[in-house]
């Protein structure tokens, strides 16, 4: 089992920024990647960002990008999301997700299905 906890979320105003965290724990020894994805009301869960846990790799999806920074701190099995210059349109639930064993490649990472846990997420509400 792998345990994850996301923190963070708040009120912003628009222009304003948030740093997310995401604590990993249990057989986090597994852990082969971590990502946020991020789900508005009324709206399917879509994914935000994503990275190998070796560091050697990450992604954003186009509407963040510039944006939104992904990074970890490994020793401390920890994923941060720093969300920058937040627009009304970012609103949403913030969800931690972490591959486990098996490595992922390309598109994968873009993908929900291919996540094997998840944290209950954290509430993102970005105001005008």
């Known amino acids: 089992q792998v345990q994850l906890v996301e923190s963070g979320g708040d009120l912003v105003q628009a222009g304003g920024s948030l740093r997310l965290a995401c604590v990993a724990s249990g057989r986090t020894f597994s852990v082969y990647a971590m990502g946020w994805f991020r789900q508005a009301p009324g709206e399917d869960r879509e994914f935000v960002a994503a990275?190998?846990?070796?560091?050697?790799?990450?992604i954003y999806a186009d509407s963040v990008k510039g944006r939104f920074t992904i990074s970890r701190d490994k020793a401390k099995n920890t994923m941060y999301l720093q969300m920058n210059n937040l627009k009304p349109e970012d609103t949403a639930v913030y969800y931690c997700?972490?591959?486990?064993?098996?490595?992922?490649?390309?598109?994968?990472?873009?993908?929900?299905?291919?996540?094997?846990?998840w944290g209950q997420g954290t509430q993102v509400t970005v105001s005008s």
């Open positions: 990275m190998n846990w070796n560091g050697v790799g990450t």
């Open positions: 997700a972490a591959r486990v064993s098996k490595p992922m490649y390309g598109r994968s990472y873009y993908s929900e299905r291919e996540y094997d846990y």
